[in-house]
T-cell receptor, first 118, second 111 residues
Framework: GAVVSQHPSWVICKSGTSVKIECRSL??????MFWYRQFPKQSLMLMAT?????????EQGVEKDKFLINHASLTLSTLTVTSAHPEDSSFYIC??????????????FGQGTRLTVV | SQQGEEDPQALSIQEGENATMNCSYK?????LQWYRQNSGRGLVHLIL?????REKHSGRLRVTLDTSKKSSSLLITASRAADTASYFC???????????FGTGTRLTIIP
């Protein structure tokens, strides 16, 4: 099956610093990637839809200036958590679907990134 | 919130027994998908059922879909310790790539 690689798998950073998380589709192209946030023992909450070559679409309540998304190529999307605070500590997961998506197909997920802000 | 609900929230059964998880959703859908997540990991796709399908099988998995009740169930037969994980349903609406996830069921298989 298709592979989505997410890096890093975990990161610890100091308050006030920025952290970049990469999401790569290794064997397919994706015009759209999705970024989710997951709190312990909870479900996935969609943060934003990353669109190749254009601005990301953010879900209601998600600060676009805090969670910067860049989708510079058909195989790479990045999420940068800017000026991180302890409340940003969470598990972040990306997903992607092949560029020829026409519905009725599965999504492929990265391994997730555990962010801890101290 | 458009998020679906799953029940039970947590389920513990003996190895070899069958496990059933239920999912309810709120909107019309194109398809419903089930995913599995091991602790601290990404999600793995298990099975997709289209809105015009009522039942689907894959190995030890059986999924049903009742669009009139906006509900789905996932049955895992002859459970194994390795089935211990969280299971999520996710719905896809027509013409929309976004998936909306349910609240999840934490399944524990007791050896």
């Amino acid at each position: 099956g298709a592979v989505v690689s997410q890096h890093p798998s975990w990161v610890i950073c100091k308050s006030g610093t920025s952290v970049k998380i990469e999401c790569r589709s290794l064997d397919f192209q994706a015009t759209t990637m999705f970024w989710y946030r997951q709190f312990p023992k909870q479900s996935l909450m969609l943060m934003a839809t990353s669109n190749e070559g254009s601005k990301a679409t953010y879900e209601q309540g998600v600060e676009k200036d805090k969670f910067l998304i860049n989708h510079a190529s058909l195989t790479l999307s990045t999420l940068t958590v800017t000026s991180a605070h302890p409340e940003d500590s969470s598990f972040y997961i990306c997903s992607a679907r092949p560029v020829m998506w026409q519905g009725d197909t599965e999504a492929f997920f990265g391994q997730g990134t555990r962010l801890t802000v101290v | 919130s458009q998020q679906g609900e799953e029940d039970p929230q947590a389920l513990s059964i003996q190895e070899g027994e069958n496990a059933t998880m239920n999912c309810s959703y709120k909107t019309s859908i194109n398809n419903l998908q089930w995913y599995r997540q091991n602790s601290g990991r990404g999600l793995v796709h298990l099975i997709l059922i289209r809105s015009n399908e009522r039942e689907k099988h894959s190995g030890r998995l059986r999924v049903t879909l009742d669009t009139s009740k906006k509900s789905s169930s996932l049955l895992i037969t002859a459970s194994r310790a390795a089935d211990t994980a969280s299971y999520f349903c996710a719905t896809e609406r027509f013409g929309n790539e976004k998936l909306t996830f349910g609240t999840g069921t934490r399944l524990t298989i007791i050896p």
